[in-house]
């Protein structure tokens, strides 16, 4: 339960407040619903703001083996925090500064274009190492990955670098929109394609993914072998979806601010637009009070006005998106109110509001 108090010395004010006994049963919730596909935790952005170290630990010492990351550097931190039994795939856009050191330290590797797979195998040579990577076939999001009409042409260029010794495709995944069911399924087919022209090409793939939360969760057919999910994980539901409840999940980040001052009407919080709470949210959505859900009147550069409430007083804490006074209600909520996703409301949460986090597992020293 996130417990949610005043500002005492303990207890800065605003934070966002994490909690890990969600974060627990959410991963739990999860792997139940995809078993037998595999869990790839996907930590990218600092873990959806929530501050990658705390999570990365708890998701360990739940057993999560696999984590997935877009960028080289989040990728080395990982291996520090989950050790070297853990397998963390990284994909890479553009640039792609640091794959040596990526190779050497075991990191799979998302690989979307045809520089990409010349770089990565250059490296691994230089190396001495054998990378191990992930292709990627766009099915028609166009966000990075090899075109279908280029997949013939890719697979045989990679299966001439296995062979040479300097990488093995352990991988094959998309990206896909999770918007509608038919392009899903367009998407899935040109995903079986690829995934048949590299099994013909003799490519032992240990790993075949495609899903992120929502297709992971509402449709079997899109596991295959491991599924690639952050924001259910962490509680936070797909716009117009399904509620983070009859998912079975609940929020992990609550934000909270407290009441500075106490008006006829209205109080002040201490939190504002420059805290990341969107400013369009005004007159759009409630927040929680101890005397339940508020109207959100006003949200100003370091303040939120509220309606106000019998016996509002100095130092009550309010909830913007999260657990506890709301009931439940994920940062989704807030997102419809201003057509935007869940995700994009929790990273806009500025990173000098401190992270409380709660009931945090005793961490053992991974492997190394
Ligand atoms: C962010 C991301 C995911 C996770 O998506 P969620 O909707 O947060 O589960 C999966 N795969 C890729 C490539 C991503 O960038």
């Known amino acids: 339960m996130t417990e949610l108090l005043g500002g005492g010395a303990d207890q800065p004010s605003p934070a966002l407040v994490i909690d890990h006994a969600a974060l627990i049963d959410n991963l739990r919730a999860v792997r139940a619903r995809v078993a037998p596909a595999e869990l790839i935790l996907v930590v990218k952005d600092d873990a959806y703001g929530q501050g990658l170290a705390p999570i990365v630990a708890t998701a360990v010492a739940e057993g999560i083996t696999w984590f997935g990351v877009s960028d080289l550097g989040t990728a080395l931190e990982v291996r520090e925090l989950a050790g070297r039994t853990a397998r963390v795939l990284a994909w890479p856009a553009g640039a792609s500064d640091g794959v040596d050191r990526a190779v050497r330290a075991s990191i799979d590797l998302g690989v979307g274009d045809a520089a990409l797979l010349e770089t990565v195998a250059a490296e691994a040579r230089a190396a001495g190492a054998v990378a191990r990577i992930h292709l990627k076939i766009d099915t ?20 001439v670098l296995e062979q040479s010794g300097f990488l093995r495709v352990v991988g094959v995944w ?78 992990v980040a609550t934000l909270q601010g407290t009441v500075i ?46 309606l106000g409430w019998p016996g509002a007083a100095v130092g009550d804490v309010i909830a913007v998106f999260g657990s506890g006074m709301l009931g439940e209600r994920s940062a989704t909520t807030l997102a419809e109110a201003i057509g935007t996703i869940g995700e994009e409301i929790l990273l806009r949460v500025s990173p000098r509001i401190p992270r409380l986090h709660r009931g945090t597992a005793p961490v053992a020293s991974p492997e190394r």
């Not at 409840?245 to 609940?250: E, K, V």
């Not at 504002?272 to 969107?278: C, F, I, K, N």
């Not at 009147?297 to 509220?306: E, I, T």
């Open 140 to 159: 028609g999001l166009h966000r990075n990955g090899f075109r279908p009409e280029d997949w013939a042409e890719t697979v045989h260029r990679a299966r």
């Open 174 to 251: 998309s990206h896909i929109a999770e918007a509608s069911d038919a392009e899903d399924d367009a998407a899935r087919a040109l995903f079986d394609a690829a995934v048949e022209q590299l099994e013909a090409a003799g490519m032992r793939l240990e790993l075949r993914h495609l899903a992120a939360s929502a297709a992971a969760f509402a449709r079997p057919e899109f596991r295959y072998d491991a599924v690639r999910i952050g924001a259910f994980c962490y509680g936070v539901r797909s716009a117009e979806g399904p509620g983070a409840g009859s998912l079975g999940l609940r929020p």
């Open 261 to 306: 001052a106490v008006h006829d009407e209205t109080v002040t919080v201490a939190l504002g637009s420059l805290d990341g709470v969107p400013s369009t949210l005004a007159g759009r959505v409630a927040v929680g009070t101890p005397a339940g859900p508020r109207e959100l009147l006003r949200v100003d550069a370091d303040s939120l006005a509220v």
